[in-house]
């Protein structure tokens, strides 16, 4: 972890959940944190979480399923202080349900978070990490990318997810050789706000099959806690390699 020590990293979602565990792994390794959410409050309890390990902690509010909110966030962190690893971690499983209840607004919305607000953010900070000749882009996706079928109801989620692996592995291939890695991760099925969020849902509105899965993985104990994912995203972060697909499970041994 020491090619980390002294980096500034920007994880989006980081007020909770995989984001915040993210955000408090990279801290301990000694990084500066750029903290994004929606939520001044949350952003607030996970700054102060950073600067009492020693770090310093900046906040940014915005919505990223928002154009404007997009393109302002945009243009501050191109023209910030240099951000040297990106974790985009913000998504939304939402809009659920069978294809032909699912309105195009919100169709539209959950790309511009999943999949727009990536590539453009991506955009804004890589002339940096070119021009230094080190940078770390993590994509945060999901192992239903590989195996959308097994996800019937969350045709958008998976669309989304799919895009946003080709938009990495697309990217890795342009930076190739710059010194800038461009990598996916699938966090593993984590026990986060969204998965109680799933299992809240009434099921004749998300499809009963769906909502049972979800209630089972929680009942049968087989989600990770937040901190076991990111402890393994850290793991990965110290290697060299670029263009692949991280998993929990593929992550080096810790020393």
């Not at 607004?105 to 978070?113: C, E, I, N, T, Y």
């Not at 590989?146 to 930076?175: Q, S, W």
Request: charged share 15%; aromatic share 2%.
């Amino acid at each position: 972890m020491s090619s980390l020590t002294g980096r500034t990293a920007l994880v989006t979602g980081a007020g909770r959940g995989i984001g915040r565990a993210t955000a408090l792994a990279l801290a301990k390794a000694g990084v500066d944190l750029v903290l994004l959410a929606r939520s001044q409050d949350q952003l607030s309890s996970v700054a102060g979480e950073v600067r009492s390990l020693g770090r310093t902690a900046s906040t940014v509010v915005a919505d990223l399923s928002r154009l404007e909110d997009l393109e302002r966030t945009r243009r501050a962190l191109g023209q910030a202080a240099g951000i040297d690893i990106v974790v985009n971690n913000a998504a939304t499983i939402t809009p659920m349900g069978a294809t032909t209840s699912i309105e195009t607004d919100d169709v539209l919305s959950a790309m511009v978070l999943n999949v727009v607000a990536v590539a453009s953010l991506n955009g804004a900070l890589l002339p940096h990490m070119l021009r230094q000749g080190w940078g770390r882009i993590v994509n945060v996706s999901s192992g239903l990318a590989g195996r959308p079928a097994d996800f019937v109801g969350g045709n958008t989620y998976v669309t989304a997810k799919a895009g946003l692996e080709a938009h990495t592995i697309n990217l890795a291939a342009e930076i190739e050789h710059t010194g800038v890695t461009a990598n996916i991760y699938r966090p593993g099925i984590v026990d986060t706000g969204m998965q109680a969020w799933i299992r809240d849902q009434d099921p004749q509105r998300i499809g009963g099959a769906l909502h049972e899965r979800f209630v089972s993985l929680h009942e049968e104990g087989n989600l990770i806690a937040p901190e076991q994912s990111a402890d393994a995203l850290l793991r990965h972060l110290s290697s060299e390699g670029t263009g692949q697909v991280w998993t929990v499970a593929s992550a080096p041994s810790a020393a």
